[in-house]
């Protein structure tokens, strides 16, 4: 499989669940195109949603609490170690970004607003995925430089369309994508 958390994921989380504790998982790409790093797990298929789906059982079985982190990279990423794709918000690229193989980011191009729009429904769809897999709840990975930090963050959002400029704008991109992920778990905001 491709980006599929293994038969060991399970024991490993379940060696530090606990009744009660709450884990929140590793960041998980919603869409090949989000996946920065290799060897970093997805929730965008069914082979995924089965994956994950053992862990979360072996989370529930000790009364834990588990939640997925939805992730998707932007311009952080290096195109020999993951799935191909030359997406990313803007076309600024991060020149001293430099992966733990010591490769250099390549240089992305900027989402067209169509690109958007598919971004922020993929939110959703990994959002019910994980709901399906036994995830108690999301958590949305917005921070750190991966884009959905890229859109608040006026020194690298340069869009002169209605996802960039004012603050408003740049957390436009944030907002839709909460509004997507709220609608998948049915407006359970206790889940997100």
């Known amino acids: 499989g491709e980006c599929e958390h293994t038969d060991v994921g399970a024991i490993y989380y379940n060696q530090r669940a606990s009744k009660g504790g709450l884990i929140i998982a590793e960041a998980s790409q919603i869409t090949p195109q989000g996946q920065g790093y290799p060897f970093t797990p997805g929730c965008y298929s069914e082979a995924q949603v089965k994956a994950w789906k053992k862990i979360t059982d072996a989370v529930h079985q000790k009364g834990g609490i588990i939640f997925l982190q939805l992730w998707h990279v932007g311009r952080v990423r290096y195109a020999d170690s993951v799935s191909s794709s030359d997406i990313a918000m803007t076309q600024l690229s ?47 990975h917005g ?32 907002r839709e994508v909460v509004e997507s992920v709220l609608k998948a778990v049915n407006g359970e905001s206790n889940r997100v």
């Not at 390549?106 to 994980?130: D, F, H, M, R, W």
């Not at 996802?163 to 704008?169: D, F, L, P, Q, T």
């Open 94 to 140: 991060c020149f001293n970004l430099k992966t733990f193989e010591q490769v250099t980011a390549e240089p992305p191009k900027s989402l067209s607003v169509e690109e958007i729009k598919t971004i922020v429904e993929q939110y959703g769809a990994a959002a019910k995925n994980a709901i399906e897999a036994g995830f108690d709840g999301v958590e949305i």
């Open 143 to 174: 921070a750190n430089g991966y884009l959905i930090d890229q859109f608040i963050q006026d020194g690298v959002n340069k869009r002169t369309d209605e996802y960039g400029g004012s603050i408003e704008n740049r957390l436009r991109f944030m």
